[in-house]
């Protein structure tokens, strides 16, 4: 971790040759991949169901932590510390599925995803949320690791800028 904070680039190039050793694209599910690395156009979705699920979070499992370095792809990386991993892990153990589904809201489903979301859509999230929730995040709390995240395909329609 103290490498790719001092160096970026280094963590850039390092995550991209993991991703594609690993074969893990926009569409690998949480749970088809390993416990280092996923990637899904499912990370807009989940974000607005666990932030209406948990409003209070203190930090967003998807997009939360501290900016660093450059934009990798389509934003900038973002550090975990270890606390808040384990803050995570711990909320995100006690939110199970179904307040998830409670969270639902078409309308900004349908803004952040690009395109219509109906309820039914929402279990096939169920797989992904349930690694993410109960392997992902206790994994790493429970091997005392910190996170780096980033997003590595866009779901949203825009023109990213050259990095």
């Known amino acids: 971790m103290d490498r790719v904070l001092a160096d970026p680039e280094w963590g ?15 569409y690998t599910s949480m ?6 690395c ?4 499912m990370w807009d979705a989940l974000q607005i169901l666990i932030g209406r699920a948990l409003p209070k979070l203190d930090t967003c499992p998807i997009l939360g932590g501290t900016p660093f370095g450059e934009r990798w792809r ?5 550090f975990l510390t270890l606390e808040q991993v384990c803050a995570l892990a711990e909320q995100l153990a006690a939110l199970p599925f179904d307040r998830l589904v409670d969270a639902y809201d078409a309308r900004a489903l349908a803004e952040a995803c690009n395109g219509p979301w109906g309820r039914d859509n ?3 999230l169920k797989d992904t949320y349930g690694a993410f929730s109960l392997s992902y995040f206790p994994g790493a709390a429970a091997s005392g690791q910190a996170m780096v ?4 395909e866009n779901s949203r329609p825009q023109n990213p800028q050259p990095m």
Not at 18 to 25: T, V
Not at 38 to 41: E, Q
Not at 149 to 152: E, F, H, I, M
């Open 38 to 41: 996923f990637d899904t156009a």
């Open 74 to 78: 389509y934003d900038k990386p973002r």
């Open 12 to 26: 850039r190039t390092f995550a991209e040759e993991l991703r594609d050793a690993e074969g893990i694209d926009r």
């Open 122 to 124: 929402l279990f096939c």
């Open 31 to 36: 749970s088809q991949s390993t416990d280092r």
């Open 149 to 152: 995240l980033y997003r590595a």
